[in-house]
């Protein structure tokens, strides 16, 4: 089957975006995936499951049909999270990319259940609140993707209890940044709490940050 330019697109994306996980510190050894998702041809890409990263080309990304869930790639099995993939595909109309990442502070977090506080301004500008923390689930079918459905905000993560980090965004790149950011913040968040009590943003300041960085920061189109 021969595909389109933006099919051929999307591949070069996702697999940039698995490359960048072990490269920003998210993942270890095989550990991790990144996922794109063209809706016009209803296909999806994915990292291969348990390949090394360093492996990873645009050609062996396992394509899967959405709307079926069917693998079109032979030989080479897709990520064993590929239905949470799929499901959030399915369920959250204006994701094109999803990443999972084990990444260390993040993880920190959602081992003791809890949520990244609204306590920085990088917060407020990325994620809008706090980044949620949703309770442990098994990893059947699709009750991750629902759990993640019940618990998400309006951020681009959710931190999964006793397990790491679900990201997503409008492209593979917008799901890196948000999976990258999260990290980042989680990181940050941990030192001020060994210094002290981090100070929560009121949420009306809150959205002031938020406005300004989606609505007027960058340049157009970027």
């Known amino acids: 089957m021969s595909e389109s330019a933006a099919m051929k697109a999307l591949r070069e994306e996702v697999c940039y975006a698995n490359k ?6 998210l993942v270890t050894m095989h550990s991790g995936n990144a996922s794109g998702y063209d ?12 390949m090394d990263y360093e492996a990873i080309t645009p050609e062996n990304l396992v394509a899967v049909r959405v709307s079926t869930g069917e693998v079109l790639t032979e030989g080479i099995r897709p990520s064993v999270d590929l239905p949470h993939h799929l499901f959030l595909y399915r369920n959250m109309p204006d994701v094109r990319g999803v990443i999972h990442t ?17 306590v920085l301004t990088a917060i407020a500008d990325e994620f809008g609140a706090e980044i949620p ?19 998400k905000n309006r951020a681009p993560s959710i931190l999964l209890g006793n397990h790491g980090v679900f ?11 948000a999976a990258v950011m999260t ?18 943003i009121p949420a009306e300041e809150a ?16």
């Not at 990201?167 to 940044?177: D, F, H, Q, R, Y």
């Open 20 to 25: 960048m996980l072990p490269v920003a510190g």
């Open 39 to 50: 809706p016009d041809s209803d296909l999806l890409v994915i990292k291969p499951s348990g």
């Open 102 to 118: 084990h990444s260390n502070y993040a993880t920190a977090f959602a081992a003791v259940g809890r949520p990244v506080p609204l």
């Open 133 to 151: 923390c949703m309770p442990y689930t098994d990893n059947e079918g699709e009750h991750i993707g629902e759990t993640i459905l019940k618990f």
């Open 167 to 177: 990201a997503w965004g409008k492209s593979p790149k917008s799901a890196l940044k």
């Open 183 to 200: 990290e980042d913040v989680a990181k940050t968040v941990w030192l001020a709490m060994q210094i002290g009590t981090p100070k929560e």
């Open 207 to 222: 959205e002031k940050w938020y406005d300004r960085y989606h609505n007027r920061y960058g340049q157009p189109g970027c």
